[in-house]
């Protein structure tokens, strides 16, 4: 494909393992999950969209569940500098191998 037209880039994502110390529990339906990964979303307006997932805390095999991630400025520090990282690791790519 020569140039830009007809290119459609429709997602941009990337997971960020959450530091142990960064960890949280939240609950669905009376059942506990820790929450320990965050999916990072670029929108095509340059924002990021961010949830997280973790799985129940009792264990088994309960689902991978998502849930918002909380207003809190060290979550927002990792979610930035999680997205700063992968645009370098995107911009340095070696192609195909």
């Known amino acids: 494909m020569s140039g830009d037209e007809g290119l459609v880039v429709s997602a941009m994502a990337i ?24 999916n990072v979303r670029m929108l095509p307006d340059g924002h990021l969209a961010a949830k997280a997932y973790g799985r129940p805390v009792e264990g088994g095999r309960g689902a991978y569940v998502s849930f918002s991630v909380p207003d809190r400025p060290e979550l927002a520090s990792l979610i930035a500098a999680a997205a700063d990282r992968a645009a370098e690791r995107w911009a340095a790519h070696r192609g195909l191998h």
Do not use: C, H, M, Y
């Open 15 to 38: 997971n960020v393992t959450i530091p142990e110390s960064l960890r949280w529990n939240d609950t669905r339906r009376g059942q506990a999950f820790r929450l320990d990964t965050i």
